[in-house]
């Protein structure tokens, strides 16, 4: 097994562009994909300052990683989650890198900021862990980002995520999620620019590419997630690109230049609806937001104690 | 386990409507669906002159009995492919059914009718199986439905048929087809009605109807299809629908009544540009059409044996 470009021996296969790569050359390649998504989808400019959505996972070290060496002034957002030993572990990783590069990292705490955790959140909105974790990480990075003058929220959905957000949205038919789902979003409403640079770059690549520059990253699935959809989502579009590499890109890539347009009109409906929330101020089509809604249930209620089994996994239900 | 309807004991449960039937209200649930879909597409008015393609298998069987139960003046076609002991067996399955109904079938044979049979034909036209068959199928189909003076081409594509070909669509963004992927396409342009009155069927429905009806049919799966991908796209939906049953209905019809209709206007442009095959009269894009096309090549072509070795089973390549 050779590198395509140098004729060394490789390190690893990209079936997807049926091609080996050394050490070096896969990382020029990361580095290129993320170039070449930033420029294609004009997602940021030279010299803009980004907030980069920082779990202490692969895509989002890999991704602040990237940035950074790409020249971009990138500073990382740690949200504590509250979700156990995880939460704990996943912030170590964070600070690590950080200090590693000589980066700043900004850390919000649920439970110190807002008075609430994720277990405890989603057991009294009544929501599923995933929505209700999703829902709280974007209204503390927007906020963040709009507060913080910066010019973009960065997150590090990889191509994987995006084809099986794709196939999720595609399987019920989400008229409104599919006519958002780009790799870039304007700056509108009251919300910061968010845009995904890794959008060409698969998880197995930022895995490779974490452990090829020595980053060590949170390696456990979040035990809340256990079993959700997205991950059915990708099991299933799994199996399609065994058989067909390249088969997630073109599904993606396909959307964004044949589809998406086609389901526009639903989200700039949407989009145009919007109004301050009451409470924090956040773009919101009802009167109060649903984070300050979320809030609200979750500081009266009695906090959740994570425990290893199975049940409590499922959002503390007992 | 009982029959959600009587309570007496079922024989067979359905995920997707979350209850049991006994012998008689399955059947009876078979035929409310399909005068559902025909009534709510309005597929077939009563007492018009239908011809059911028929493979042998057990959705065309199903779909043949359940249309003359319903009273429809439904005749069938059986058309021999030349795929070995697989094509002997499947219109013997056919004679059978029709003489257990007294119905009338019509038999094409390729190679009697057009001098080639399937695996000759996709292997001289550099085709997948699947590919020169559907083709040559539906050209057969679409000219006897005209000749006959029949009002539509009923054919037996279940619910698992129509998501996985969805799928397909959706995985490559194939707008045109997107725009056309409808369960009653209308008379137009010199193609027949085409209609599936089993969409709102599942595959091993069929299966149990045909069991519970003592109807004899080819269980095995054709040997040149084996490894193709609409059963990929099969097998990744079954596990999402394992996960959550339902899910092909709603990505189907969620389909109809929200998406397909984006999709339209590339479906309507193409049949604009259709015109008479300058050999077989057929509409067609370009000045021969792809059936005459494949016809000349395939009788000029070395017939093709087909063995059990894998080889032959992808194509008759040795």
Redesign the interface.
Known sequence: MKCRVCREPAVIDVRRHNANFCRDHFLRLCRDQVTKAIDEFEMLQPGERVLVAVSGGKDSLALWDLLLDLGYDADGLYIGLGIGDYSDDSGEYARAFARSRDANLIEIDLRTEYGYDIPTGARAARRKPCSACGMSKRHVFDAAAIDGGYDAVATGHNLDDEAAVLLGN????H?EYLGRQLPVLPEHNGFPRKVKPLVRLAEREMAAYCVLRGIDYQVDECPMAEGN?HL??K???N??EV??PG?KH??YF??L???VE??RDDSIDLAEALAPCTRCGAPTPTEVCAFCRLVERATTAQPVTLSPGPATARGGAR
Not at 170 to 173: A, I, K
Request: zero cysteines; charged letters at 30%.
């Open positions: 595609v399987l019920h038919w008229e959809r059915a989502y099991d299933a579009l199996t399609i058989r067909s088969a073109d599904f396909g959307f230049a044949r589809a086609r389901f």
